[in-house]
């Protein structure tokens, strides 16, 4: 995929929430061609819920939605985009994302800044992927529990050393893992202060599953798209959660506008 492609592709537009309508692969290439430009470029992966909540906060959707990369992190988007003739390549997620800038920050030595998760799970993180890409420089890492725009105190102090810290560590990559809408509200936020980083990425519990503190589903489940179901069995008291499908799918019958085509642009999906 070339820049010229990329910043032309089709997006599919879930009720207020804009999706890039992009494979796996593609997601990629425009990943590699976003590290090759010297400015900041933010990606986030939606699923049904987060969807759902953009619906009800214009302010969260227009954040989502001034993006560089919005993928469709929920089979149940997928599915949507189907039942209304519009639909998405495929389930992208930001954990397959993540691990993929991982193995090409090895490959291209771009260095990685891990931000989010609770105090020393950043450095089991840290540990445990030296195992997994040896040459893989990690140029820092710093839990989430500070002050911040993410807890309510915008413009502090602490949060202002952090992203120094970020900034003094050259990272080009940072993760950031606060969850929904956390991180989105912390990326908004300092997006004009990061110097060096040229993608960053609303990553959730990826941090987590990287130290070791939760697993991700066995691969047959991540295969048939049945990761909700693993998490269900293995945790009954997601049952709420995991409702969120078929209640958005539901809202996706009743609405026939709820899923429709955005006309190509140039540019990101700033608007």
Known sequence: MSLSSWKNREKI????????NVSFQEAKE?????????KLHRIYT?????????????????IVNSA???????????IGSK??????????????????LLEYAQKQDVSVFLLGAAPGVGEMA?????????????????????????????????????????????????????????QELWIEANK??????RVVIGNGGVIDILGGVNKRAPQIFIDWNLEW????????SRIKRQMAIPKFLLKIMQDKNSVLEVKKETGGNNE
Do not use: C, W
């Open 229 to 236: 179901f693993y998490r269900l069995i293995t945790n009954p």
């Open 83 to 100: 039942l209304r003739n519009h639909p998405l390549k495929e389930r992208v997620t930001g954990y397959d994302l993540s691990m993929y």
């Open 13 to 20: 537009q879930i009720f207020n929430t804009r999706v890039d």
């Open 126 to 182: 840290k540990k445990n992927l030296r195992e997994l890409y040896p040459k893989l420089t990690i140029a820092g890492t710093q839990n989430g529990y500070f002050k911040g725009t993410h807890t309510g105190f915008e413009n502090s102090e602490e949060e202002a050393a952090i992203v120094e810290k970020i900034n003094e560590s050259g990272a080009e990559i940072l993760f950031v893992g606060l969850g929904f809408p956390k």
């Open 30 to 38: 425009i990943l590699q061609e976003f590290l090759l430009e010297e």
């Open 68 to 78: 560089d990369l919005v993928v469709a992190d929920g089979i149940g988007l997928v």
């Open 46 to 62: 939606p699923n049904t819920e987060i969807v759902m909540e953009a619906k009800k906060d214009p302010r969260l959707s227009q």
């Open 192 to 197: 004009e202060n990061l110097r060096n980083v």
